[in-house]
């Protein structure tokens, strides 16, 4: 089978400085990549390239072998840590807000028939994460995990067959990140996705992905610390049944990743 996703030798440079390098890899359809790595190894310039918000300075990326465009498209929906939502508009309408701008690019707005069939599509979408109850509150009234909730609907409500998690659940509290970690189960497998998650938690990385990824420099000079970037380092598929187990499995442990 081949690839949903692939990278084939991806760089990103800025100026003289190399972030990304010699990055090759394959991602299959619906399974949850996570990728950790230290601070600066170009995770979320990983991220960006995948979403066409920047291109790589060398390489391709491929979605279904066929060159990505050069610009964010609606088969992929990101989230980020800190919150993306509009603070003048509703849940309501920071749901319906994404899909008036994809059906109506020109005015963002819809009208009779198409806005009702997309309000009851938002609504829809809300009561899948979880804020069926607060369609009409403001980004202001709301908890931290609340408005995740609502930017991962906003990520969704466009129906992206790939989802891009830039630590989304790294500002919340243990408790709610515990919540979050169920309802992006559920929407993974509810919604077909395919998603590639980067965090700093371990754990979560472990918990939530089929795969986890490494992010690492492989080469250093200590003269010139901007001449090699990082590429993926170890490349662990997991069982899930055995996602506890299979870093020893394949002689890395745990430990490798507590520098991350
Ligand atoms: N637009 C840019 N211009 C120049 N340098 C950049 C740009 N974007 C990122 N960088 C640099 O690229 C490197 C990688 O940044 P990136 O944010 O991808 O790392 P990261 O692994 O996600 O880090 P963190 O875990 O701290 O979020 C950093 O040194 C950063 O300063």
Known sequence: MSALLSLRNVWVEYGDKVVLER???????????????PSGAGKSSLLRVV?????????SILLDDTPLAPECGPDRG??????????HLSVLRNTLFGLECAQAPLTARLFGGRRRTALAEAEEML???????????????????????????????????ILLLDEPFGALDPGIKADM???????????????????????????????????????HDPHAPNRFGATVVYDLPLNKRQAVSAPAESGITIDSFNNI
């Open 127 to 161: 009561i899948a994460v979880g804020l069926g109850d607060n369609l009409h509150l403001y980004p202001a009234e709301m908890s931290g995990g609340m408005q995740q909730r609502l930017a991962i609907a906003q990520a969704l409500i466009k129906r992206p067959r």
């Open 181 to 219: 970690h169920a309802l992006i189960t559920r929407l993974w497998s509810d919604y077909s996705l395919t998603v590639i998650m980067v965090t700093h938690d371990i754990k979560e990385a472990f918990t939530l992905g089929t795969r986890v990824l490494a992010l690492d420099k492989r080469r």
């Open 78 to 87: 990101v989230v980020f840590q800190r919150y993306s939502v509009f603070p």
């Open 23 to 37: 990055v090759n890899l394959d991602i299959e359809a619906g399974s949850f990549v996570s990728i950790v790595g």
């Open 51 to 59: 979403l066409g918000q920047e291109a790589p300075s060398r390489g």
